[in-house]
């Protein structure tokens, strides 16, 4: 069977302390995108995770997910899984995350393993931080490791311009550079406020990303995305995650196309997607 697992986006982001377990304490605000991995799900006599043009190391996110499944919610199947990759690595936008969390999700209703919402939130923070955001999906604000996900009661959906360059971020660097300055923090709860209200204007006033200024000095393309789609008219440009993808912003989907139009073929990964989801 086929399934989707869709990616996020984060609309705020901000690094409250590292904690003594070495784990970083988070304030976010996320949200699902139509961009998807494919999932192809069959039983098999043994896992097997293949995905495609990858060579995946022998402990990847589907097969970690695999094995947390069996030892705390009693999976009892072995899976062939082949991966059919859209959301590209790196990026900020939850790729492995949105892999196992689609399959939690299908293997709780597939196997009739009755996990709550909440089982598979905490099955999922046992994966990884963004593992949690992803099975509940929506827009939500995401606290501590990404355990803690409280859905924002929205419907609200706007098209983004997603940009990346060929140079990926790693994700520990950035936390590691992040442990190393000296940082004011964010106010997040604004950002909330504009989702809520579904007001573009103070989204873009307020929306912003601890770790932006780590990746702009390490990857200097970045700042160069940024002034190509300041200069393509849209409005707001912001990074996702721990990069290396880049926001692009506009209340006319106009703009958001024609941005598209004139940097596809400049960068490997130019999208325009949708954010949001269905409100809770």
């Given at each position: 069977m086929k399934i989707e697992a869709k990616g996020k986006v984060n609309l705020a982001l901000d690094v409250m302390n590292r904690m003594p377990n070495g784990?970083?304490?988070?304030?976010?605000?996320?949200?699902?995108?139509?961009?998807?991995?494919?999932?192809?799900?069959?039983s098999a006599d043994q896992d097997e995770i293949i995905c495609e043009g990858l060579a995946l190391p022998e402990n990847n996110t589907l097969s970690k997910t695999l094995n947390v499944m069996r030892e705390k919610a009693?999976?009892?199947?072995?899976?062939?899984?082949?991966?059919?990759?859209?959301?590209?690595?790196?990026a900020g936008l939850g790729g492995g995350s949105a892999d196992a969390a689609a399959l939690i999700r299908h293997l709780n209703t597939l196997e009739g393993l009755n996990l709550s919402v909440n089982d598979m939130l905490e099955i999922g923070a046992l994966i990884g931080a963004d593992v949690p955001f992803c099975v509940m999906q929506g827009i939500a604000r995401v606290k501590g490791i990404g355990e803690d996900c409280r859905p924002l009661n929205t419907d609200w959906k706007f098209p983004v311009l997603l940009v990346k360059p060929d140079e990926g971020m790693s994700t520990p660097e950035a936390f590691q550079a992040w442990d190393e300055g000296d940082w004011k923090p964010l106010d997040i709860d604004i950002v909330q406020d504009a989702v809520l209200k579904k007001d573009p204007a103070l989204?873009?006033?307020?929306?912003?990303?601890?770790?932006?200024?780590?990746?702009?000095?390490?990857?200097?393309?970045?700042?160069?995305?940024?002034?190509?789609?300041?200069?393509?008219?849209?409005?707001?440009?912001?990074?996702t995650g721990s990069g290396s993808c880049m926001m692009g912003f506009c209340v006319e989907e106009r703009l958001i196309d024609e941005a598209q139009e004139k940097l596809q073929g400049r960068y490997p990964f130019v999208k325009k997607v949708w954010v949001g989801g269905d409100g809770q």
């Open positions: 784990y970083h304490e988070l304030d976010m605000i996320m949200a699902e995108i139509d961009l998807a991995d494919i999932l192809d799900i069959a009693g999976l009892k199947g072995h899976y062939k899984i082949i991966v059919e990759k859209h959301i590209p690595s790196q989204l873009y006033q307020t929306m912003s990303n601890a770790l932006e200024p780590i990746a702009y000095d390490r990857l200097p393309v970045l700042n160069q995305i940024k002034e190509d789609l300041n200069e393509c008219g849209l409005v707001r440009v912001m990074m």
